[in-house]
């Protein structure tokens, strides 16, 4: 190179070797996104109209403006909210944040200038069940994160999460310690199914509606009614004896929106409820999967 002057072909070879070191969109970044990110920044309802599941739709960035500035890491709104140094920090179900090598890599992945990389590397972000396939906790969850857990995790939209239930894990969606609100095979005896169908007050999500879809509703039913099987596709323990807590519509043959309660001579019955009538039901899970009535009463 006749005339270049050697001291600045240097940085040149540096900064191209870095540059070919840099992680790119579609083998690193984009993997990251879907496992952390896209349960709540995909589709229509993406908080601030911010989406991660494309390159496009992310340097689109939200409403406010741009997310990322390239070769600015510093100043990129998505590393700040990924770092803590916004608030409130992202992603919203944590802790667990990102880990720092995680987080190292978004940094250097925006450093380098936002390389997209090869399109054929890219995974599928959400999986859906296939035809004859048992739903399991991998086919909800992305819904469960994006309407649920925004205020049901531990640094959600409402503070702490509304009475200790947190839905930004599997196993904090079982959880059963306090009550159980996901019974195994049996979804009418779930809190939760009862509160995302609108049979129990206040219908959830509460920044409803829009509710969830149909869809979404029928997916939830199915995974509770195959079991509540986690990632591995194992279903849950009934959790035996956990206490339960249903409201409902009363009917005449003294069943819950057609969900057969156990009423013996310790059922305590306060108010005189009546078919028709707005109840709530505590009791608990009996070895059959059924529920044991303690007190009914009127709401």
């Not at 959600?156 to 195994?184: C, D, F, N, W």
Request: hydrophobic fraction near 40%; proline fraction near 10%; include cysteine.
């Amino acid at each position: 190179m006749p005339g270049f002057p050697l001291r600045l072909l240097a940085p040149l070879l540096l900064s191209a070797a870095a540059l070919a070191d840099a992680p790119t969109y579609h083998a690193d970044i984009a993997p990251l996104l879907a496992s952390r990110c896209l349960a709540c920044h995909s589709g229509a309802q993406a908080p601030l109209g911010l989406r991660l599941d494309s390159l496009e739709q992310l340097l689109r960035g939200s409403q406010r403006g741009p997310v990322v500035h390239p070769g600015d890491a510093a100043g990129s709104e998505l590393l700040r909210r990924l770092t803590g140094s916004s608030q409130p920090r992202m992603p919203l179900t944590g802790p667990p944040f990102l880990a720092a090598a995680e987080i190292a890599l978004v940094e250097r992945w925006i450093n380098a200038g936002l390389p997209p990389g090869d399109a054929r590397a890219a995974e599928p972000a959400i999986p859906s069940p296939r035809p004859g396939e048992a739903v399991d906790y991998r086919h909800v969850e992305a819904i469960l994160l994006r309407r649920c857990a925004t205020c049901h995790s531990p640094n959600g939209l409402m503070g702490a999460a509304p009475e200790g239930y947190q839905l930004s894990s599997y196993a904090a969606t079982l959880a059963s310690g306090e009550r159980a609100r996901v019974v195994p095979g049996n979804p009418a005896a779930s809190e939760l199914v009862r509160r995302i169908r609108g049979q129990a007050r206040p219908r959830m999500p509460y920044d409803g509606p829009p509710y969830l879809t149909d869809a979404e509703v029928d997916l939830i039913v199915a995974w509770i009614e195959q079991g509540a099987r986690d990632a591995a596709g194992r279903p849950a323990p009934l959790p035996v004896g956990a206490k339960l807590r249903l409201h409902g519509r009363l009917d005449e043959a003294g069943k819950l929106d057609g969900l057969a309660l156990l009423i013996d001579a310790r059922t305590r019955l306060d108010d005189a409820p009546r078919p028709g009538a707005y109840v709530q039901v505590r009791g608990r899970l009996d070895a059959g999967g059924r529920v044991r009535v303690e007190r009914l009463r009127l709401r």
